[in-house]
């Protein structure tokens, strides 16, 4: 597990590329069926990486660090933004734990959120889901498709795993200004008002190597769709029935009344 007290930007950066490793590479500890899907980042409009410890004794308290970016007009990723989370729970519960989360912002508005800095309550201005993981997940995102937030965690320590429910999220004001060296708000930052820092290169990277692997993946599925079409033998037309024997062949003959009558003829 990472570090979850509030440090420099450039030190919160390193850290955010870490954790995302760990959530979209191979290890011995996780398989392709425990990582995040490449679709999901590939097609997430904003994401938050942060550390987070909980203790408890009685009442739980949890606080971290982290930051927040979002995908801007163009495609690219914006600079990030330094914030910190806070909460309180209740409940017997006994313990420390630290987790790293990965979470996915999927609509703009969680976004918007995001930027207007003060506090933000997860679970309140926004719906949280636990995100999808491993490859075949279509269907299980199709069920969490309203959510605004995707969560994914990887924790050590006493508790189940750290819930976002009723947490607070914090721009750290100060954090972005020594950074950019300029008093700029988060909202001006995932709006793309500064340009990313080469100190995020290893976080970029990372993120567009998993769009890469997904547009690969879309082309491939619809190369081998269409390869199919294409390699379709032709429909055969459908068989002439046999024709009866002239013995059996029908003739129309007419009755007293005038009507007709279809029968056979001997």
């Given at each position: 597990?990472?570090n979850?007290?509030?440090?420099?930007?450039?030190?919160?950066?390193?850290?955010?590329?870490k954790?995302?490793?760990?959530?979209?590479?191979?290890?011995?500890?996780?398989?392709?069926?425990?990582?995040?899907?490449?679709?999901?980042?590939?097609?997430?409009?904003?994401?938050?990486?942060?550390?987070?410890?909980?203790?408890?004794?009685?009442?739980?308290a949890?606080?971290g660090?982290g930051?927040?970016?979002?995908?801007?007009?163009d495609?690219r990723?914006s600079?990030?933004s330094?914030?910190?989370i806070?909460?309180?729970?209740?409940?017997f519960?006994?313990?420390v734990?630290?987790?790293?989360?990965?979470?996915?912002?999927?609509?703009?508005?969680?976004?918007?959120?995001?930027?207007k800095g003060?506090n933000?309550?997860?679970?309140?201005?926004?719906?949280v889901?636990?995100?999808?993981?491993?490859?075949?997940?279509?269907?299980?995102?199709?069920?969490?498709?309203?959510?605004?937030?995707?969560?994914?965690?990887?924790?050590?320590?006493?508790?189940?795993?750290?819930?976002?429910?009723?947490?607070?999220?914090?721009?750290?004001?100060?954090?972005?200004?020594?950074?950019?060296?300029?008093?700029?708000?988060?909202?001006?930052?995932?709006?793309g008002?500064?340009?990313p820092?080469?100190?995020?290169?290893?976080?970029?990277?990372?993120?567009?190597?998993?769009?890469?692997?997904?547009t690969?993946?879309?082309?491939?599925?619809?190369?081998?769709?269409?390869?199919?079409?294409?390699?379709?033998?032709?429909?055969?037309?459908?068989?002439?029935?046999?024709s009866r024997?002239?013995?059996?062949?029908?003739a129309m003959?007419?009755?007293?009344e005038?009507?007709?009558?279809?029968?056979?003829?001997?």
């Amino acid at each position: 597990m990472n570090n979850p007290i509030p440090a420099s930007l450039k030190t919160e950066v390193n850290k955010a590329a870490k954790i995302l490793r760990q959530f979209t590479e191979i290890s011995a500890r996780s398989g392709p069926d425990k990582l995040i899907p490449a679709h999901v980042i590939a097609k997430a409009q904003g994401l938050a990486i942060i550390s987070v410890i909980k203790a408890g004794f009685m009442i739980t308290a949890r606080g971290g660090s982290g930051i927040v970016l979002a995908r801007l007009s163009d495609g690219r990723w914006s600079a990030p933004s330094a914030i910190g989370i806070a909460g309180l729970g209740g409940g017997f519960e006994i313990g420390v734990e630290v987790s790293d989360l990965v979470i996915i912002l999927n609509q703009r508005r969680a976004i918007e959120a995001f930027g207007k800095g003060g506090n933000l309550t997860l679970g309140g201005n926004c719906t949280v889901a636990v995100g999808p993981v491993g490859r075949n997940v279509e269907a299980d995102i199709a069920l969490r498709s309203t959510a605004a937030v995707f969560t994914y965690c990887k924790s050590r320590g006493l508790f189940a795993g750290v819930s976002l429910e009723g947490s607070y999220l914090i721009e750290r004001k100060e954090t972005n200004k020594k950074f950019y060296f300029q008093d700029i708000r988060a909202s001006s930052i995932l709006n793309g008002e500064v340009e990313p820092p080469a100190a995020a290169n290893d976080l970029y990277e990372i993120l567009e190597s998993y769009t890469e692997k997904y547009t690969t993946d879309w082309q491939n599925k619809h190369m081998r769709a269409s390869s199919k079409m294409t390699n379709k033998p032709p429909e055969r037309p459908p068989s002439r029935p046999p024709s009866r024997p002239q013995s059996q062949r029908a003739a129309m003959i007419y009755t007293p009344e005038g009507s007709d009558r279809l029968c056979l003829k001997d």
